[in-house]
């Protein structure tokens, strides 16, 4: 309060001193100064200095006190004005580290170590035995199979098929079918590619498949083939995504023992030509889903697969031959099986 009185004596005093000479002149270096005690207002010395040229006007004259006059309010209040308050320190603690993002499953994630597949099939077959009329139709049956998979090891699997069915032909004959099919595998497994895996396999395979022909008039003649085959192929899956894969499968199965067992004649058997051009392929389309840990697979696989039976080779001790034709096999289908993952 008494830096205020003080700041307003001062202006008007010098105010009402200056109007009263408003006409004369100061001196060059001539200056007033006003003196305050520090007891009485707590501030340094204020002064006022005039300017030493001629004023032309009172109005004019007025604006250096009013600014000696501001320029002293400011000084006497400069140092009531509070403390700035500094800011709070920062924490040195790191950040907390983001929540880990996870990465999208890469093939070697989602392959599967052991397999297991269980499912259905159907089957069109054309049978042709060699100058016999054709005769054609459809089978149907199961399949299931087992395969040990690591990422980048030994690959180890286990197949069975078994179908059945009704053929028939123009001149009204018929053959009943019964294919069994059965396969041991090893191999390698090749995971190196981004979600592409490649299976190279070999292994053993037997084939069982029992004729029953029928004609109007005769007695049915039963005619069972047994063929031990050397399967040679490959597995190739590629993982679109964590729930779709599609695939190439091929396979060679080239006889190296076979024979047939002829029923009328004292169920003979008979050693026939081994045939070598018998082969499969197949294109599955795969589709996962995940309970708990185990990964569940849908999976359609549609097929063709060409293979031969070879002619007997045996003969009578008179030199008549059996005379049994080669037989060859077009079948084309689809497999739907359900299979499990660990």
Not at 108 to 125: H, I
Not at 266 to 276: A, E, F, P, S
Not at 294 to 313: A, C, V, Y
Request: charged share 15%.
């Amino acid at each position: 309060m008494n830096k205020c009185f003080l700041s307003f004596f001062v202006g008007a005093f010098a105010v009402l001193g200056y109007s009263q000479n408003s006409q004369a002149s100061f001196p060059d270096s001539s200056s007033c100064h006003l003196y305050a005690s520090k007891d009485d207002v707590g501030t340094e010395d204020i002064s006022v200095e005039l300017p030493s040229q001629d004023m032309e006007s009172s109005t004019a004259s007025l604006e250096a006190p009013q600014a000696a006059i501001e320029f002293s309010s400011k000084s006497l209040f400069r140092k009531s004005q509070p403390a700035a308050v500094p800011p709070s320190p920062v924490s040195s603690a790191p950040a907390p580290a983001p929540a880990p993002v996870s990465a999208p499953c890469t093939s070697q994630e989602n392959l599967y170590t052991l397999k297991g597949d269980v499912g259905v099939n159907y089957t069109y077959m054309k049978l042709s035995p060699h100058d016999v009329h054709s005769s054609t139709g459809n089978l149907g049956g199961a399949q299931a199979s087992i395969e040990f998979l690591p990422r980048k090891f030994l690959y180890e699997g286990a197949t069975f098929l078994w179908r059945t069915g009704t053929l028939h032909s123009i001149d009204s004959k018929s053959t009943n079918i019964e294919d069994y099919d059965t396969q041991v595998r090893f191999g390698y497994v090749n995971t190196d590619f981004d979600r592409l895996r490649f299976v190279g396999f070999s292994g053993l395979g037997w084939r069982y498949i029992a004729h029953l022909l029928k004609s109007p008039g005769v007695d049915p003649l039963a005619l069972n083939y047994n063929e031990v085959y050397i399967p040679v192929g490959f597995l190739v899956d590629y993982r679109i995504c964590d729930c779709f894969s599609f695939g190439l499968n091929g396979v060679w199965m080239p006889e190296i023992y076979s024979t047939v067992n002829y029923v009328p004649l004292d169920n003979g058997r008979w050693i026939t030509q081994c045939k070598l051009a018998n082969y499969q392929v197949e294109l599955p389309l795969v589709g996962y889903f995940n309970y708990k840990k185990i990964t569940f697979s849908l999976e359609g696989r549609p097929f063709f697969q060409f293979w031969q039976d070879g002619k007997t080779l045996a003969s009578t001790s008179t030199g008549l031959k059996l005379g049994l034709p080669r037989n060859n096999y077009y079948m084309g289908g689809c497999m739907l099986n359900f299979g499990a993952s660990f």
